[in-house]
Each structure stands twice: as C-alpha cells, then as structure tokens.
C-alpha cells in the first residue's frame, strides 16, 4: 500500500524559510514524476514543482528561483525548500505522485496523478 505523508509546514513571517518533506512508503514504479501542488481558501490545486526519475525538475514561473525540488532516492523523501516566502504562498502543500516516463507539460494539473498526500499548511504573514 502506497502512502504519501507530508510535514514540514509551519506559519514564518514574508521572507523566510520553510522545507517540507513527503516521505513515500510502499512501492510504486522506478519511473514515476512527482510533484507539489498547493491549494489557498478558495482556489484550485495548483502544481508547484515536479521531479522525475531521472532528477529532472520543473518550477512554476511564480516560484522559480525562490523554491526548489528534490529527493533522497534512497530513504524515499521528496522535499520542497521553499524561500522568499510571500503572503500569496500560503495555503494547503500537497506531494503527489504517478507512473510516467518523466514530467511533462501537463505536470501543473492535478489530474494526472494517482497518488496523494494528506497536505500540509503553509502560512505566511506579512
């Protein structure tokens, strides 16, 4: 049985710092995409950042260059480091993940995935 189990998540004030870690237990495929999504109140899931097997990453444009992906291959974690943190960052953190011979364009969109975490809050004030 799969399980995604995200923590990490925390309320710091605009500017600061925050890592969020998905541990993964159970297997799912030696070639998987996965990524971080994130909800706020009211709006929909978006795709944050995506890595593949082969440690090839992708960010959205509104957090290049302040958020970064990556994975420990061997205890199985996927992390976010996240800073310059903004108001506009706060929300609901996901990790996800599904079977596919790399990320491709369609990585931003919730639907294309099959596995879930159960979330993690980022708050940012400002």
């Known amino acids: 049985q799969v399980q995604l189990v995200e923590s990490g998540g925390g309320s710091v004030q605009a500017g600061g710092s925050l890592r969020l870690s998905c541990t993964q237990s159970g297997y799912i495929s030696s070639s998987i995409c996965m990524a971080w999504f994130r909800q706020a109140p009211g709006k929909e899931r978006e795709g944050v950042a995506s890595?593949?097997?082969?440690?090839?990453?992708k960010h959205a444009d509104s957090v290049k260059g302040r958020f970064t992906i990556s994975k420990d291959n061997v205890e199985n974690i996927l992390y976010l480091q996240m800073n310059s943190l903004e108001p506009a960052d706060t929300g609901m953190y996901y990790c996800?993940?599904?079977?596919?011979w790399g990320c491709g364009s369609w990585y931003r969109q919730s639907k294309f995935y099959n596995y879930w975490g159960q979330g993690t809050q980022v708050t940012v004030s400002s």
């Open positions: 890595i593949d097997s082969a440690g090839t990453t």
């Open positions: 996800a993940a599904t079977v596919s």
